[in-house]
């Protein structure tokens, strides 16, 4: 299954924005894909509660080259601090699985880099799934596309049925194929992608890597030509 055309095009706008405000694709080409495997996320798990959930977002925020933000882990986004921090919200519950809980860290710090580079151009009811799309841009697709709402489900009904709660407002054959465009622009092999994916965003993102180099040339030497300033004409 492939997302509809018309969110194909707005993440080919919304990946030119990101390049534009990001370093261009060469800068982009420099991004690795961080893995659900020790190696990316060394933790300490003798840490327990809050302790491993500031552990995780350490190497979060590492990966995303975010290191210097003053962001807080807060479990209600109602909770205050002193200062500005940039609250990140979390659900203490995701420890029990941790690569939903990285792609929960890593959107909340990718929404503050949206809102960083500016809501002007942008729709009110963008900026939800632009922080999806930019977890993706800043190497977290694989967490992204495995705890996405699947096909036909919503948070709610995740909730409801006792299955992993889902993170993000896109669904996981619109991560997927973000993935894929990630994948393509960057030429991370597919076997490396496709190792951490779960059944479904796997043969997404193998349709979304097929369509892209079919269909998608134009487009793609464009974003590969993307000048650091002003935002493209995809909409």
């Not at 261009?24 to 991004?31: E, V």
């Not at 840490?47 to 479990?75: I, M, R």
Request: hydrophobic letters at 40%.
């Amino acid at each position: 299954m492939l997302p509809e055309d018309g969110f194909i095009r707005w993440l080919l706008w919304a990946w030119e924005r990101l390049l534009r405000f990001h370093g261009g694709i060469d800068d982009f080409r420099r991004r690795l894909l961080v893995t659900p495997t020790e190696e990316d996320f060394p933790v300490d798990l003798e840490l327990e509660g809050e302790e491993l959930v500031e552990d995780y977002f350490l190497f979060v925020k590492e990966h995303a080259g975010l290191q210097g933000w003053p962001f807080q882990l807060v479990t209600d986004e109602s909770e205050s601090a002193d200062g500005p921090p940039l609250l990140v919200e979390y659900d203490p519950a995701l420890l029990a699985t941790p690569t939903r809980l990285v792609a929960q860290l890593a959107r909340g710090a990718a929404r503050h880099l949206v809102l960083m580079d500016g809501s002007d151009d942008l729709e009110e009811d963008e900026i939800e799934p632009l922080a999806d799309a930019t977890s993706v841009f800043l190497g977290f697709g694989l967490f992204g596309a495995n705890a996405a709402p699947r096909i036909g489900e919503s948070h709610v009904s995740f909730l409801t049925q006792g299955l992993p709660p889902s993170v993000g407002a896109l669904g996981e054959h619109e991560v997927a194929y973000a993935l894929a465009l990630f994948a393509v622009l960057t030429e991370i092999p597919d076997r490396l992608v496709e190792s951490h994916l779960r059944p479904n965003p796997r043969e997404f993102y193998r349709r979304g890597v097929k369509e892209i180099l079919r269909h998608r040339g134009r487009e793609l030497s464009r974003l590969r030509q993307v000048p650091l300033a002003g935002v493209g004409p995809y909409r």
